[in-house]
T-cell receptor
């Protein structure tokens, strides 16, 4: 079965500094990987996805993620953090099961950007 | 285009009761999936419906059930509620649920079981 792991429950970063939220995956075959963000009292919002091609994927709100096959990682990055980036971030992988797809989510990483 | 709408926003129930949650997907989306979100567990997949048929189901007991109507609206039912069922229940829609589609999530229903 496919899985993703987010090793950090929380990440703190100062405003203006670069941020990284880590995700590692375990899949058979070529992975479809996603990042979603959840703001307080809201559902998840799509940030970006990797299917194939360029290992550096650009997404919404200035976020990007780097796919690294040898390290089985898909870390989310942003060059300069904003206080408004403070939220809960989820990594996800698509899995084929029972003749259809489903999405497996990580446990989430809370990002806190300090002013 | 209206987003995914979930009702009610909050629910308080007692153990043993049952509850029904509703989800209206984005117009034109035919796939609706449900997730349970709890602190520390992340999102756990409950089930997915497409064109009124359940296509996939997660590892939850039979007390959790769902259905989808011809207009793609979906309901989720939990019978004989337990304290551990307290969670945020999210639904997500997509056009087909296949390929590399992104999911569109509702704001969720926060269920508290006392």
């Amino acid at each position: 079965a496919q899985s993703v792991a987010q090793p950090e429950d929380q990440v703190n970063v100062a405003e203006g500094n670069p941020l990284t939220v880590k995700c590692t995956y375990s899949v058979s075959g070529n992975p479809y990987l996603f990042w979603y963000v959840q703001y307080p009292n809201r559902g998840l919002q799509f940030l970006l996805k990797y299917i194939t091609g360029d290992n550096l994927v650009k997404g919404s709100y200035g976020f990007e993620a780097e796919f690294n096959k040898s390290q089985t990682s898909f870390h989310l990055k942003k060059p300069s953090a904003l206080v408004s980036d403070s939220a809960l971030y989820f990594c996800a992988v698509r899995e084929w099961e029972k003749g259809t797809y489903k999405y497996i989510f990580g446990t989430g990483t809370r990002l806190k950007v300090l002013a | 285009k209206a987003g995914v709408t979930q009702t009610p926003r909050y629910l308080i129930k007692t153990r043993g009761q049952q509850v029904t949650l509703s989800c209206s997907p984005i117009s034109g989306h035919r796939s609706v999936s449900w997730y349970q979100q709890t602190p520390g567990q992340g999102l756990q997949f409950l089930f997915e419906y497409f064109s009124e048929t359940q296509r996939n189901k997660g590892n939850f007991p039979g007390r959790f059930s769902g259905r989808q109507f011809s207009n793609s609206r979906s309901e989720m039912n939990v019978s004989t509620l337990e304290l551990g069922d307290s969670a945020l229940y999210l639904c997500a829609s997509s056009a087909t649920g296949q390929g590399g589609e992104k999911l569109f999530f509702g704001s969720g229903t926060q269920l508290s079981v006392l």
